[in-house]
């Protein structure tokens, strides 16, 4: 089980990159275009910015909450967490190619 712990801490950690590279870059482009759909993005960046970091302070720092998802948490719930977090992370992926290509 701690593989599926380590690839769901580390498709977080990586959503977290990202989204501090596209919410830098939605933000900048807000400040300069003053589009609401730059706006719209940048606001969408912050809020799942701060579902991964919650996410990724759960999975590694919490003292209670660290423990029982590395031992009490069963596999197949650890799989469909994996699934969302890597899903969530080619999503990512995608945005990132089209906002900076």
Do not use: C, I
Not at 26 to 38: D, E, G, I, Q
Not at 77 to 84: D, G, I
């Amino acid at each position: 089980m701690d593989r599926w712990v380590d690839v769901a801490r580390v498709a977080a950690a990586v959503n977290v990159l990202v989204l501090l590279g596209l919410g830098t870059v939605w933000l900048r482009n807000f400040v300069k275009f003053r589009s609401k759909h730059t706006l719209g993005l940048a606001t969408f960046a912050t809020f799942l910015l701060a579902e991964n970091a919650f996410a990724l302070y759960y999975y590694q720092v919490d003292p209670t909450l660290s423990v029982w998802f590395s031992t009490a948490v069963p596999a197949v719930a650890w799989q469909a967490m994996l699934t969302l977090h890597v899903l969530e992370t080619l999503a990512l992926a995608v945005l990132a190619w089209v906002t900076w290509d």
